[in-house]
């Protein structure tokens, strides 16, 4: 199994990534009273966030990192918005007290809810690569099979075998 950080896996976490923020710069916009523009501007941005998030997914991300993504995705999305006309005003940019305080909100939510995802998936990797423990059972050997170990019998040794006699024997005196 590959690394979460490399091949299909790395672009799915990426384009989870970019799919978030766009999503949620488009429903924060929509939550502080704006509408829903997608200009040229807001597809180019959304596709530069794609090819810069898949990028960032190399490699582990934590909780300040995806956050400060998503903080430059919303800025960057918001000057591509404002590129492509959705602006009354281009020199204010449109930057209401209430649009900066959405953004702000959802970004902490967002990437909190992308940060424990992230952990959920190297978590699961780790696991994934832990070696499998072969079941434990009670083998039974097959009557028919051969005996790789020959049986061991006890062989009675005569006393005149042992050798008990020698220099360092110790016994009871003689006599």
Do not use: K, N
């Not at 807001?42 to 810069?52: E, Q, Y």
């Not at 020199?91 to 990437?111: E, I, K, Q, R, Y």
């Amino acid at each position: 199994m590959t690394s979460p950080g490399q091949g299909a896996a790395r672009v799915a976490r990426g384009g989870t990534l970019a799919a978030a923020c766009l999503g949620m710069s488009v429903g924060a916009h929509v939550a502080a009273g704006g509408a829903v523009h997608m200009s040229a501007g807001v597809l180019a941005g959304g596709l530069a966030l794609a090819v810069i998030c898949v990028a960032a997914a190399d490699a582990r991300r934590s909780f300040g990192g995806i956050l400060g993504v998503v903080l430059l995705s919303q800025v960057g999305l918001h000057l591509f918005a404002g590129a492509g006309g959705h602006h009354a005003d281009p020199a204010g940019l449109g930057l209401t007290p209430a649009m900066v305080a959405f953004h702000g909100v959802a970004a902490v939510l967002v990437s909190l809810v992308l940060a424990h995802g992230e952990r959920l998936v190297w978590a699961l990797w780790s696991l994934a690569r832990l070696p499998r423990v072969p079941r434990l059972g009670l083998v039974v050997p097959d009557a028919g099979a051969p005996r790789l170990v020959r049986d061991y019998r006890p062989v009675l040794a005569l006393c005149r075998d042992l050798h008990l006699t020698g220099p360092d024997t110790r016994a009871p005196p003689a006599g």
